[in-house]
């Protein structure tokens, strides 16, 4: 009897619904299924016919708007050339990540539910809706709703009888295999670089360009409470255009202070150089990581230390852990009952992965590096406004950046990872750069430069219509007013 085989697909634009599939993913391998989790849009959309049981993980962002991971899944799956009965093989379930303060609450999540039916598949269940407006945060929701819906898959696709479940606290494989080598092997440094400009694409987050900082000013005054930098970037060679409106996302990097305190915690030297090797076929190899790479690069460029952990963290590393009284503490923020207690450990005084391993520090030396990237997140880029116009300033761009810092009942002021990061960038001390990228923003000016426009943009907001003026001086037009 072949072992039933389980789709998980996700669009994600902050990494909720990334994690709520894996999760899934976990789920399925410790119930023997076969699964499969991967990006909406890195998945070959004409397969679906073939497949028969997806569920479908999806966040809303925007206002009602598709994360940007699944836009082109979401451009097929409406054509209007599909057939009612395309995909009557598949018996589906969507899973949906938002927010009910929005007006378009979890919209993707039901758009997509709909659509599924018109095109004959059938659902399990009615789409869960998880809310980041709970007081337990969407697993309120999701917790319930997966119970059900594990009943009804094993019901529906039973296992072999000889494979029984993994139990939790039994570690799953880890994704790779970690083999640390003595010598850089002769790809030579050129493979360490982040990444390199290629002057016929335009950069990208598989490719960013490394723009080197000109300037980094404060423009707030020093007594104001807001630390805002006017920051501007040399795009100079790199193939990126953009108006008024377009967005730079940027790629931040841990300090490195909490990188070293991290490799010390761990017992890692930062300066060794390791391989990956994915531990089953089909797995891609971690976008943005070079190979060979070192422990440093991998921790201050990559995993999001600086990130508030999310349950499935506690639920690994409980796992992972060799010491009883921390297992045990580990198990009960992993547990359905311990949700409450881990919001206020965790979620309410926004303490990081780096500062939870410091207060397990005995099961924080025994992890394995094998498990480091299924246990710590990707760092996420950013996005910034454009704040200049490049009829203004030929070959660089600029961005307002407002300094994220405020204090919880923790002792240690919070920092936002990446606007910190920005500030702390000195390009009088010698070249910095800046892995970036720029896409469209949502944000549209008229076409014809003399339509006459009232902008408010309070604070950073201010930064688009900054770059618009600067596109109508530059244009010659007169009788612009900003105020502030
Ligand atoms: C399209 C778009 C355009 C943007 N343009 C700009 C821009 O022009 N300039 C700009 O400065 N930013 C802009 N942002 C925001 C920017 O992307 C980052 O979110 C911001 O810089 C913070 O990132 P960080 O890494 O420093 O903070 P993070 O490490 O991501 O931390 C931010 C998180 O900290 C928490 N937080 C922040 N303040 C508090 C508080 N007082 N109390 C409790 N929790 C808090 C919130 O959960 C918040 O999500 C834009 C965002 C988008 C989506
Ligand atoms: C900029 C932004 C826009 C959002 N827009 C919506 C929305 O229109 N409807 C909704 O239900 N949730 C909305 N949300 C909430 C997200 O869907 C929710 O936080 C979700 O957990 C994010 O999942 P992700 O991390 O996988 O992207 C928005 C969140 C952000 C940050």
Not at 251 to 257: D, F, I, L, R, V
Request: aromatic share 8%; proline share 10%; net charge neutral.
């Amino acid at each position: 009897m072949q072992v039933p085989q389980l789709l998980v697909l996700f669009g994600s634009q902050t990494g909720t619904a990334q994690d709520e599939a894996e999760r899934l993913g976990r789920e399925a391998r410790r119930r023997r299924l076969g699964c499969r989790v991967q990006a909406l849009d890195s998945y070959a959309v004409a397969d679906l016919i073939r497949e028969p049981l997806v569920i479908f993980v999806c966040a809303t962002t925007g206002q009602g708007d598709p994360p940007d991971n699944m836009k082109n899944f979401w451009r097929f799956i409406f054509r209007k050339s599909l057939l009612s009965t395309s995909l009557c093989q598949m018996d589906f379930a969507v899973l949906g990540l938002g927010d009910s303060s929005y007006a378009k609450f979890n919209f993707v999540a039901k758009k997509l539910h709909r659509r599924l039916l018109q095109l004959g598949a059938s659902a399990l269940l009615p789409p869960c809706l998880g809310d980041d407006q709970h007081e337990l945060g969407p697993d309120a929701a999701i917790d319930p709703w997966l119970g059900d819906l594990w009943k009804k898959i094993m019901r529906l696709y039973p296992v072999p009888l000889d494979f029984p479940e993994i139990p939790l606290g039994i570690p799953l494989p880890s994704k790779f295999i970690f083999q640390f080598v003595q010598e850089v092997p002769s790809v030579g440094t050129e493979g360490l670089k982040l990444a390199s400009s290629d002057p016929q694409r335009p950069p990208s987050e598989l490719q960013p360009f490394l723009a080197p900082v000109i300037t980094n000013q404060r423009v707030t005054g020093p007594q104001h409470f807001q630390d805002v930098r006017l920051i501007e970037f040399d795009i100079t060679g790199s193939s990126i255009s953009y108006a008024a409106g377009d967005v730079v996302s940027i790629m931040p990097s841990n300090s490195e202070t909490h990188t070293q305190q991290f490799c010390r915690l761990l017992g890692l030297n930062p300066k060794q150089f390791f391989l990956l090797t994915p531990r089953e076929p089909g797995v891609p190899h971690p976008p943005g990581l070079p190979q060979p790479c070192t422990v440093s690069h991998l921790v201050s460029r990559y995993l999001d230390i600086a990130s508030v952990p999310r349950r499935s963290f506690f639920e690994l590393l409980a796992c992972l852990s060799p010491h009883g009284l921390e297992r045990e503490k580990l198990l009960e923020f992993s547990s359905a009952r311990g949700q409450e207690e881990l919001w206020e450990y965790c979620n309410r005084p926004r303490r990081t992965i780096l500062e939870v391993l410091c207060d397990f520090p005995h099961t924080a030396a025994a992890i394995p590096p094998d498990y480091l990237l299924d246990l710590i997140p990707r760092i996420r880029p950013r996005a910034f406004s454009i704040a200049s116009s490049l009829l203004a300033h030929p070959g660089r761009l600029q961005i307002l950046v407002a300094v994220v810092q405020y204090q919880t009942r923790l002792k240690e002021p919070r920092r936002g990872l990446c606007s910190s990061w920005l500030a702390s960038l000195n390009p009088e001390q010698g070249p910095v750069q800046v892995p970036l990228w720029v896409r469209p923003g949502s944000l549209m000016f008229p076409e014809t430069p003399d339509t006459p426009i009232i902008m408010v943009g309070p604070g950073t907001g201010v930064a688009p219509f900054r770059a618009a003026i600067q596109e109508r001086v530059a244009h010659s037009q007169t009788g612009l007013l900003l105020a502030d």
